[in-house]
């Protein structure tokens, strides 16, 4: 008989069963009211005291996901994964190429475009995403559609640590196809907080679980599930409310169009590319489901503290506010697809 869950173990699995409704929710609340999360990007706890470092409130939520993820993966997987890296290798190399194409593809399509001012925008935000790490919450979506999580994390934390030389890499390439310039330069913070926010707390998470046992996780899964909910939802929420107001306000509906167009291509592309390699690879569905994720799914929090160092225009987010959104519905849909998505464990 299936044991009871605690209040929290509900609210989780609440989030889990309806979370593609709720972050449509979530961005129109950021459309119609954006105040609370225009505070929250500049809420400062880290800077009460004087002395201490910087701690936005969003770069926090981001280190406690991966923290989180971390605390749920064994370390004798991710050992596993290390002695056979062909999968994750080949998947470093494919997150790296395959977008990057995409929006190359996407740059020749769009030459003709009436307005080359807004195909700027598109490339620009497009390759953004596509010189971003591989997000964390791709951990969850693959674990969630059967996935394996060793995989998923080594993507993750591999992606991350290889930033500081990719990152600046595909930026101009992306710059090249956008037709600016002046972007490699500032990368180098962003950098630094993919490294301090993203591999310094997974590779925590994995300590603690190292440290403390399977039993002693297994206990805090659902307070875990619970924040990694509420964390992905209000990061939603805040890095939207810096720029849909305004689109809703004032929307031009063709950009629109452009938009979500290059997003669902690079998106679908990116995670069908993924699932071929794993397939390819790998043996059996998990390795594939993982790719799938690993490559459709990119850190766009930190690609929007990449965009303000960077200095881009407002119209050039829009892209990554889309792809976000475009991306966790795509995780889900795929998901369903493959039977996984909403099992009840046991």
């Given at each position: 008989m299936r044991p009871p869950r605690s209040p929290l173990g509900r609210a989780a699995e609440f989030v889990h069963h309806h979370f593609l409704g709720l972050v449509v929710l979530t961005y129109a609340g950021a459309a119609l009211c954006p105040a609370p999360g225009l505070v929250l990007a500049g809420l400062d706890p880290g800077g009460l005291l004087p002395g201490r470092p910087a701690l936005p409130v969003p770069k926090l939520l981001l280190a406690g996901l991966l923290f989180a993820a971390g605390l749920g993966v064994c370390p004798r997987a991710v050992l596993d994964v290390a002695r056979r890296p062909r999968l994750l290798l080949a998947g470093l190399l494919a997150r790296l190429l395959v977008p990057l194409g995409l929006v190359a593809l996407t740059a020749r399509l769009l030459a003709g475009w009436h307005n080359p001012a807004e195909v700027a925008c598109v490339v620009?935000?497009?390759?953004?995403?596509?010189?971003?790490?591989?997000?964390?919450?791709?951990?969850?979506?693959?674990?969630?559609?059967?996935?394996?999580?060793?995989?998923?994390?080594?993507?993750?934390?591999?992606?991350?640590?290889?930033?500081?030389?990719?990152?600046?890499?595909?930026?101009?390439?992306?710059?090249?196809?956008?037709?600016?310039?002046?972007?490699?330069?500032?990368?180098?913070?962003?950098?630094?907080?993919?490294?301090?926010?993203?591999?310094?707390?997974?590779?925590?998470?994995?300590?603690?679980?190292?440290?403390?046992?399977?039993?002693?996780?297994?206990?805090?899964?659902?307070?875990?599930?619970?924040?990694?909910?509420?964390?992905?939802?209000?990061?939603?929420?805040?890095?939207?409310?810096?720029?849909?107001?305004?689109?809703?306000?004032?929307?031009?509906?063709?950009?629109?169009?452009?938009?979500?167009?290059?997003?669902?291509?690079?998106?679908?592309?990116?995670?069908?590319?993924?699932?071929?390699?794993?397939?390819?690879?790998?043996?059996?569905?998990?390795?594939?489901?993982?790719?799938?994720?690993?490559?459709?799914?990119?850190?766009?929090?930190?690609?929007?503290?990449?965009?303000?160092?960077?200095?881009?225009?407002?119209?050039?987010?829009?892209?990554?506010?889309?792809y976000n959104l475009i991306q966790h519905l795509a995780a889900g849909v795929v998901g369903r697809l493959a039977g996984r998505v909403g099992p009840r464990p046991a």
């Open positions: 620009a935000g497009l390759g953004l995403v596509a010189a971003m790490p591989v997000a964390g919450s791709s951990v969850a979506w693959a674990g969630r559609g059967g996935g394996c999580p060793a995989l998923s994390v080594g993507l993750v934390v591999a992606s991350t640590l290889l930033s500081p030389l990719t990152t600046p890499l595909a930026l101009s390439a992306a710059a090249t196809l956008a037709g600016v310039g002046g972007t490699a330069e500032a990368v180098g913070p962003a950098g630094a907080t993919l490294v301090a926010f993203v591999v310094v707390p997974t590779a925590a998470g994995l300590a603690v679980r190292a440290a403390l046992g399977a039993g002693w996780a297994g206990r805090r899964r659902d307070g875990m599930r619970a924040f990694a909910a509420a964390a992905v939802l209000l990061l939603c929420y805040v890095n939207a409310a810096g720029a849909l107001p305004q689109v809703a306000r004032h929307p031009d509906w063709d950009f629109l169009a452009v938009t979500a167009a290059a997003c669902l291509g690079l998106c679908g592309g990116s995670f069908a590319a993924g699932w071929w390699v794993g397939r390819r690879l790998g043996s059996g569905a998990p390795p594939g489901v993982s790719l799938a994720y690993g490559l459709g799914m990119s850190n766009n929090g930190s690609g929007l503290v990449t965009a303000t160092a960077l200095a881009l225009p407002a119209d050039a987010l829009l892209p990554v506010l889309a």
